[in-house]
């Protein structure tokens, strides 16, 4: 068995659940979306971490130690990107992360990562995300990182590109493809 969890708006994220759940099927693939309790960031606090955090212990619980594939879209990739560090995850898949330039990449050292952002997003900046990408991979990281041409950040105009990009990356972190 192994689990992707999805750190992500849970309406917006539904059908990538969907989508990695199909195609996951008939290889032992489980999928969880986290809804986090607080709304935000919160500063230091950065509330949604320790939410993330007591999802992969009760993937353990379930599941067993299973490899973790963490998708997330927006603070949802940077939750993902930010708890990288527990042993279960062996990749994140960021979809237009906000992230900045202070946030760590230590964490994904010998993790591997798709970070995928929309030429046309407004929101979070696929600039810092190109950024950060070339960060994480000097970091020890395989990392791969992805323009969506014609989408925003909220993922709607192309939204078959980012579920195949989704679902084939986290199949193949999984060793599932």
């Known amino acids: 068995a192994a689990d992707v969890v999805g750190q992500l708006a849970a309406a917006r994220m539904r059908p990538f659940a969907r989508s990695l759940a199909r195609a996951g099927a008939d290889r032992g693939l489980s999928v969880s979306i986290l809804r986090y309790r607080y709304r935000g960031w919160n500063g230091t606090a950065a509330s949604p971490t320790v939410d993330a955090r007591w999802a992969l212990e009760e993937v353990r619980s379930a599941h067993g130690e299973v490899p973790v594939v963490l998708v997330g879209h927006s603070m949802g990739g940077r939750t993902s990107l930010r708890v990288a560090d527990d042993p279960s995850v062996v990749g994140v898949v960021a979809l237009a ?81």
């Open 97 to 177: 992360p906000w992230i900045t330039a202070e946030d760590p990449v230590e964490q994904l050292a010998g993790k591997r990562v798709l970070i995928a952002h929309g030429n046309l997003d407004f929101v979070t900046s696929p600039r810092a995300s190109r950024k950060f990408a070339q960060r994480v991979a000097a970091a020890g990281a395989e990392v791969e990182y992805h323009v969506i041409h014609g989408d925003s950040h909220a993922m709607l105009l192309r939204p078959a590109r980012w579920h195949r990009l989704t679902t084939r990356a986290s199949l193949d972190f999984l060793g599932r493809s």
